[in-house]
């Protein structure tokens, strides 16, 4: 069956904004004046259609980006409302990963916002054209001049307003279409489809003069022959004026900038005709290519291509399942039909074909090149994947997401309930890729991460209302490690006598450090058979078991050499279990002697931030004990890398927003372990030496030994630390 729609008529938008700037009311009131909806829902009353989450109705926040479709005038649109909020900054970047232009949202009172600028840039790295729209000009203080110059300094957009205000705040009575330099008047409070174009008035005039000529020459910038009829002083007709603006739109060159105030239904029929005159089609966009190297392996936007398409979104819905949302690059796909899934290697079947409205379903019998449809029936596909034929395979490029920066630990409210908590959390997982699962074998622990402690508060919200499990969470410890600093030789022997056959083991060993990163090395060193061959090992085995939770806190230990130098056998009671005993009896005696140390992990952390908060950064980072990198410049942004212990990052992300108003982000991995700044000067944090003071974070631990320099406390910076340390009862296994 032929398109209903031919290509060139198909707007894929998106639009992305800082919270609170009014996406979610714009979106609304598009779909009202556009004839999808017949009654408008409101943010502020949870009665958004776009906004259709329990959490997104409580809070008034949007946390998923919803994708619906529209027609307005002749012009097929699928439009996407994404989150805001910087923890929810995935929904954002996967959306603009498929999208062909975006609207720019700004609050005429706040401006460019810090989450404005993260979108910004998302938008960059994908090339997306835009079109800008300064909302709420009926509110207090709003000032579209201000915002425009915000635009340019904050952004370096080429910002080229097409419409400029008629009045501010409560006087905002409506705007002046530069285009075609005419007045635009809506009535006031009227939740209608009518507006009036009519004459400038005169008290608005020589702006609109000096706001065309700006325009005018933006234009010519974009083809050399309206340049040439510039430069002789021609005026342009409407219809170049709108070739020129779409073409420098297109190629990123100029950003077109409208202004309204959606919430009082104005200005936002101006917002679709110039996303219909100026944002790209399917068609006006370079065709996708295959990504790996060297391959000119391509597929234009064409019906009759073979097909492709890219997983953006998947979404677990209680009465369909997985949903997986595609944006379709080429070629037509029909409901049934098997699909091949070339980032997994598999082949799977198209159960239902969809369009979406936010949470409600259309089925679909086929879809076509630029739709955007949701399918049932892809169980193994996951976000990013590229979707195509069998005979015809290609791989897209794929998406990058931020790492998580936020962790806690999680547990379930019972016993019970730990296979449901499991399976709800690998679908979370599998709906978020910035949302992460791991399990800590060594403190035996479920950690779940993510974007903020927003984003996972909705996680926590989400297990107990969709999947019916009330989970525990708490802070993550801190996987520390031991190593040693001296060297020193021990004699284990282990005798037992129980009336039959005895037990007898015994050995000396030499401990001493290793090279830093070399893990454990054991040296047998025994001469004469003293022991003989087939114990040897029985010894190294018992001295990895007791490496395996450290003598000196309980941890693992590192980096150590064990050279097994001499020892005894009995021809009878010898055996496998006797030798693993005095290796483990011997290492753990000579471990306390050697100058034990405790290891703490160190990340290594990058800090993205504008420049003015250069100062405030590199402060948070000492104040945590990191070691600054380096610094470096990248764009309008400075990039400070450093070494921070992990045990110092808990609460970074808030912190860092809190310094630089919500415009700095950072991003962490592993680095190395190196000795920990929280070990006492005794040498030895154990309950034997010091005794547990107080119960919380920062408590003071009173040590029997004097300090060198007199005083009597030691002020710990690790709670976790503090707990296990100094009153944990593992201490001596």
Request: aromatic share 8%; with cysteine; glycine share 8%.
């Amino acid at each position: 069956m032929a398109r209903a729609v031919p290509l060139d008529k198909v707007r894929n938008i998106g639009i992305m904004a800082h919270i609170d700037a009014g996406k979610t009311t714009t979106s609304e009131r598009i779909l009202y004046f556009s004839g999808k909806v017949h009654k408008v829902g409101e943010v502020h009353d949870g009665k958004a259609q776009m906004d259709w989450m329990v959490q997104e109705q409580e809070r008034g926040i949007t946390i998923t980006s919803a994708a619906t479709s529209f027609m307005w005038a002749g012009h097929q649109f699928a439009l996407i409302d994404t989150p805001g909020h910087v923890d929810f900054t995935v929904e954002v970047e996967r959306s603009l990963r498929v999208l062909d232009g975006a609207v720019a949202l700004y609050c005429a009172v706040g401006g460019v916002e810090p989450q404005s600028e993260t979108v910004w840039r998302q938008s960059e790295k994908y090339g997306v054209p835009k079109i800008a729209f300064i909302n709420k000009m009926d509110r207090t203080g709003a000032e579209f001049f201000r915002v425009l110059e915000e635009m340019k300094r904050h952004l370096g957009a080429n910002a080229v307003p097409i419409a400029i205000p008629m009045g501010a705040e409560d006087k905002f009575a409506g705007i002046i279409d530069l285009v075609k330099m005419e007045a635009i008047t809506y009535h006031e409070d009227a939740l209608d489809k009518v507006h009036m174009e009519g004459p400038i008035p005169e008290e608005y005039k020589a702006d609109a003069e000096k706001w065309r000529h700006e325009l005018i020459e933006k234009a010519a910038e974009q083809d050399d022959a309206l340049l040439e009829k510039y430069l002789s002083g021609e005026d342009f007709t409407t219809e170049e004026l709108i070739a020129a603006i779409r073409k420098g739109t297109i190629a990123r060159k100029i950003v077109p900038v409208m202004c309204g105030s959606s919430f009082k239904n104005k200005g936002v029929q101006f917002l679709l005709d110039s996303a219909v005159n100026y944002l790209p089609s399917p068609l006006d966009i370079p065709p996708v290519i295959c990504a790996e190297e060297g391959e000119a392996n391509q597929r234009p936007p064409d019906d009759s291509a073979p097909f492709c398409g890219m997983a953006f979104k998947i979404m677990a819905d209680k009465h369909m399942g997985k949903l997986t949302y595609m944006r379709i690059y080429s070629g037509t796909i029909h409901q049934g039909e098997a699909l091949y899934n070339s980032t997994r290697d598999k082949t799977q079947r198209i159960g239902r074909l969809l369009r979406m409205h936010a949470n409600k379903q259309e089925a679909l019998d086929e879809a076509h090149t630029g739709d955007i449809v949701a399918i049932v029936g892809f169980g193994d596909t996951k976000t990013g994947d590229t979707i195509c034929t069998e005979d015809h395979p290609i791989h897209l490029m794929a998406m990058t997401f931020p790492a998580p920066v936020v962790s806690i630990s999680i547990k379930p409210e019972n016993k019970a309930a730990s296979d449901k908590l499991s399976e709800a959390l690998y679908r979370l997982a599998e709906e978020d890729p910035t949302f992460t699962v791991a399990f800590d074998p060594e403190t035996s622990e479920t950690i779940i991460s993510g974007m903020g402690e927003l984003h996972l508060e909705i996680i926590v919200d989400r297990l107990k209302r969709e999947f019916g499990v009330v989970a525990e969470v708490g802070r993550p410890e801190v996987a520390y490690r031991e190593t040693c600093l001296g060297s020193v030789e021990q004699e284990g022997k282990y005798i037992k006598q129980s009336g039959g056959r005895g037990q007898y083991g015994h050995c000396k060993i030499r401990l001493e450090p290793n090279e830093k990163g070399k893990g454990f090395e054991f040296i047998n060193e025994v001469v004469g058979g003293r022991i003989p061959a087939t114990y040897i090992p029985s010894v190294e085995k018992g001295v990895i078991k007791a490496m395996l939770a450290g003598p000196f806190a309980g941890y693992p230990v590192v980096d150590v050499k064990v050279a097994l130098y001499d020892g005894s056998y009995h021809e009878v009671d010898s055996s496998d279990i006797a030798f693993q005993e005095a290796g483990r009896m011997a290492f753990k005696e000579a471990f306390q002697r050697a100058q034990p140390q405790l290891l703490e992990p160190v990340m290594d952390v990058e800090v993205v931030t504008p420049e003015e908060f250069m100062g405030s950064v590199t402060g948070s980072i000492a104040q945590r004990r990191g070691r600054i990198d380096t610094m470096e410049q990248r764009g309008t942004q400075k990039i400070v890398r450093s070494y921070v212990p992990l045990s110092e990052m808990f609460g970074y992300a808030n912190t860092l927003r809190t310094l630089t108003q919500g415009r700095a982000g950072f991003s962490m991995e592993f680095e190395h372990y190196e000795p920990s700044a929280g070990q006492h000067h005794c040498g030895n944090p154990r309950k034997t030496d010091c005794r547990q003071q107080g119960p919380l974070t920062g408590q003071r631990t009173a040590c029997e030994k004097p300090p060198p320099s007199g005083g009597g406390f030691f002020v710990s910076p690790f709670f976790s630390d503090c707990v296990r340390l100094s009153a944990h009862a593992r201490v001596g296994k």
